[in-house]
Every structure is written in C-alpha cells, then in structure tokens.
C-alpha cells in the first residue's frame, strides 16, 4: 500500500509539472535549426544543413521546401527565413532567395548586394516594417556585403541602408513601433524614422546593445551593461532590477507577445526570461525545454495565438493569454466588432472621453495602425491592408495616457 501510495504522489506530480508547463515541443526532430516565418497559414522554418522545413499544420508534419535553393554537397546551408505580404525570403550561405508559391521554388534575389555570401557573412535576420522587408548580415557594415539592406519590390532590387550606421558596426536586430525603427548594434543603440533610409543614434546610447524591442508605450533593451527600459522612447533608461545576466552578450534575442517581453540569454541552462510589466522583473520561462534546448535557444516567433522559440535541437511552441493585461472595468471595455472582418471593424467609445486613440498591433505586439482623436461614438476601424490574421486592440486614454488592451479581431 506504501508503494502504490508514492507511486500515485509521483505520477500526480508528473501530471501537475506538464499541466503547467511553459513549452510544448513540436518534436521536429534534432538538427541546427535557425529561423521560423509564418506565411499563407504555413510555418516555414529554417534548419542548417537540411534547408527550409515547411508544416501547414501547425507543425504536426513537416516537409522539406528546398526546390531552388543552393546544394552544398548535399547540404542546404540555410541560416534565415522570414516573408513580407507576398513573398518569403530565405538568407543562405550563397546569397538571398526568395518565393513566390510559398516555398514550392525558390530563385536568387540578390540584384543590388554584392554576391559574397559565406558562411561567416550572410543574412542572419529577416523584418518586415510597414510594407519595406529589410536583411540584416552578420558581417560588419564595413565588409563586402554586410550591414543591412532594404526592398520596396519584393526582392527584385535591393538598397543599402546603412546611412548613418558606423562601418565597424555589426547589427544584431530590429525592431519597430509607431513608425520608428531600433537597431541594435555592436557599439549603441540606432533609429531611423524613415523607413531605414537614415539612421541617428538612440539619446546617449553609446554602448553594445545586443537585443532590442519596441512597443507604443516602451523600449527594452538587452545590452553590455544590462537590461533596461525606458518609458520616453529612449531619452532615459531603467535598469532591471533582476534579470538573470549582468552583462548580456551578442545572440540575445527579444520580443513582445501578449503584453508581455520574452528574452533568449544565451547564457547557458539560464535559457529563457519572460517579464509582465514592461522589462522591469524578471522572472525564468523553460518548463517543458529539455535541458539541450535550454544551452541551445536561437529565436523567436509569433504567430496568431502562439509564441515560438526555435532551439538548434527542437522548436517549442506555448498559447497566448491574457494574464497580466491592464483593461478597464468589465462594464466599460468597448469591445471591437465584428471579431472576424474582411473590411472593417467597430468599436463603440461612446461611454469613452473624446480623443482617445485606438491602436492595432500584430501578435509580436508590433504597431500596425493608430488612430488618434476619436470622438465619443461609434467609430469604425477600416481594413487597410491588413493582411489576414489576427490583430489586438488598444485603447490610448486621452487625459490619463493608460494603454488598455480591448481585444483581438481576425482579419480574412
């Protein structure tokens, strides 16, 4: 009876760690995996040596999308993949491929990079912002095809867009809110506010920044001393009281999803923080990681109601919530309608003060749309677009300055 009774204890144990686990492993199999896109309901992903992988369920099955790309041997020595409205992209050691049947071929598109793509230089980052899809290289800005560069025609041509960034600059990632642009690189922290054309440093951020990213409300950043934020566009910043690593280092990756900030430490077992108010605590999120993956975390992705992490050994995957989220009174929120549009939505702010703003943000948390000054009515969001998929609502309180979430709609 003794036995049976501990026995029952450690299976309720067992139960209760999964139920409240962080991750949940798409069991891709073991291999160098890099990058994860989303496109057309397909997940698209990244893995070294074997190429692009591509799942239209939700990564229950996978097969390879490989038709075009450079063979090395019989490898595909693929480091990045990522997608704009039409098209995806793919950053190889051989140069930029893209397609445009969502992964059936690929074709070189490299028309305006000089064609010295190796295994130490290559595109190692993949953004869209605002309709323009930018690539970021490993190598510095200084060397023969590094930097960043940036398209307006889907990869047809491509454009340098480094103007202002230092040549011994190496660019880590990207990031966007309100139609400015972050960049965090090798020696301080960058902004350009049209569309990457120029570029100015950040305040007084003359130091390694090696992860950033961007909400209407605030920046967080990952850098050589530290995480901070800052509340004022990065005018000033706050140091985290308690994040796990004193002194960040280059491949530490942010992002915001659900109202909330995930960082990837690249400081071995640490693995993954998850912050719920704004970059100010800290606190671990790897339950459910195998202990290989925990060393081994490469990037993020969000996509609808899930959030992504890509690991060299597995890709893991955990649901969206609302946990967390400042809202107003549940007799006030004016909740958009319908929750499934093609041309618009509505949303009712007639228990609201005039000139409050309504804001519409992709699921990595990223501003799509803002409209500003609307009046105590009925006001309707129209489509603009937007590509399908799903997008959350804020309201910007006039008077008060208070973010609070809405809800989320689907575009078709």
């Not at 990244?46 to 239209?56: D, E, F, L, P, V």
């Not at 480094?162 to 966007?176: C, D, K, V, W």
Request: charged content about 10%; glycine content about 10%; some cysteine.
């Amino acid at each position: 009876m003794t036995f049976r009774r501990y026995a029952l204890f450690s299976v309720s144990l067992l139960l209760s760690a999964f139920s409240f686990a962080n991750w949940t492993p798409l069991a891709v199999g073991n291999a160098s995996h890099r990058s994860m896109t989303t496109h057309n309901g397909a997940l698209f992903l990244a893995t070294y040596n074997t190429g692009i992988q591509k799942s239209t369920n939700g990564g229950a099955s996978w097969t390879l999308a490989n038709t075009g790309l450079p063979v090395s041997g019989a490898q595909v020595k693929v480091q990045s993949v990522g997608h704009n409205a039409t098209t995806l992209f793919c950053g190889t050691e051989s140069g930029i491929y893209r397609s445009t049947d969502n992964g059936a071929s690929w074709v070189l598109a490299q028309s305006g990079i000089p064609a010295t793509s190796s295994a130490t230089i290559y595109v190692n980052k993949i953004y869209t912002f605002n309709g323009v899809t930018f690539v970021v290289f490993s190598g510095t800005v200084a060397q023969s095809s590094g930097g960043v560069f940036r398209t307006v025609d889907n990869g047809t041509s491509w454009l340098q867009a480094f103007n202002g960034l230092q040549t011994n600059m190496t660019i880590y990632n990207m990031a966007e809110a309100g139609g400015t642009l972050y960049a965090s690189t090798s020696t301080s922290l960058m902004k350009s506010t049209d569309l990457g054309q120029s570029w100015t440093q950040v305040a007084d951020v003359n130091y390694a920044v090696y992860a950033v990213e961007a909400t209407p409300a605030r920046l967080v950043a990952l850098t050589t001393f530290g995480a901070k934020y800052s509340t004022n566009g990065g005018t000033s910043w706050t140091n985290s009281t308690n994040y796990p690593v004193a002194t960040p280092v280059a491949g530490s990756e942010l992002i915001s999803y659900d109202s909330k900030f995930y960082a990837i430490t690249r400081s071995g077992s640490t693995g993954c923080y998850r912050s719920l108010d704004g970059g100010v605590t800290w606190e671990a999120f790897n339950t459910g990681l195998s202990p290989q993956n925990t060393f081994a975390q490469e990037e993020f992705h969000a996509s609808g109601s899930d959030l992504f992490i890509v690991c060299a050994l597995d890709v893991y995957s955990t649901a969206g919530s609302t946990v967390g989220i400042a809202t107003l009174n549940d007799v006030s929120i004016p909740a958009p309608f319908p929750t499934t549009f093609e041309d618009g939505f509505n949303v009712d702010l007639r228990a609201q003060r005039p000139g409050s703003t309504i804001i519409v943000m992709d699921a990595a948390g990223r501003e799509l749309a803002r409209h500003p000054n609307l009046p105590a009515s009925l006001v309707r969001i129209d489509r603009n677009g937007l590509a399908a998929g799903m997008y959350h609502c804020y309201l910007l309180e006039t008077g008060s300055g208070s973010m609070m979430r809405l809800g989320s709609v689907i575009a078709r």
